[in-house]
Nanobody
Framework: QVQLVESGGGLVQAGGSLRLSCAVS????????MGWFRQAPGKEREFVAA??????STYYADPVKGRFTLSRDNAKNWLQMNSLKPEDTAVYYC??????????????????WGQGTQVTVSS
């Protein structure tokens, strides 16, 4: 059974930082790419960032470039979020896929999902 478990969400003031983590388990899961998505109330789930399982390459959505950094080691990955803005408020989801292409960023491209962790940025 594949499990993706996120942690690290919370409430932070604008300009602050948070670090989300995602732990992956499950013998049958051999992902090529791990990603993060977010979903704000009333909005569709949107891509945030992705990283190859090897850690060799990353890909970011334009709204978070220069502020968020995705890294990984063994069966964990971390999303460091700096200079947070109120518009970053959302439930953040970790996801994994077997597709190799980092730039395929729709939710349907991903095979496995975590339960999500809430991030709230106050103004």
């Amino acid at each position: 059974q594949v499990q993706l478990v996120e942690s690290g969400g919370g409430l932070v003031q604008a300009g602050g930082s948070l670090r989300l983590s995602c732990a992956v388990s499950g013998r049958t899961f051999s992902p090529s790419v791990m990603g993060w998505f977010r979903q704000a109330p009333g909005k569709e789930r949107e891509f945030v960032a992705a990283i190859r399982w090897s850690g060799s390459s990353t890909y970011y959505a334009d709204p978070v470039k220069g502020r968020f950094t995705l890294s990984r080691d063994n069966a964990k990955n971390w999303l460091q979020m700096n200079s947070l803005k109120p518009e970053d408020t959302a439930v953040y989801y970790c996801a994994g896929k077997t597709l190799w292409d980092l730039t395929r960023t729709t939710p349907d491209d991903y095979d496995y999902w975590g339960q999500g962790t809430q991030v709230t940025v106050s103004s």
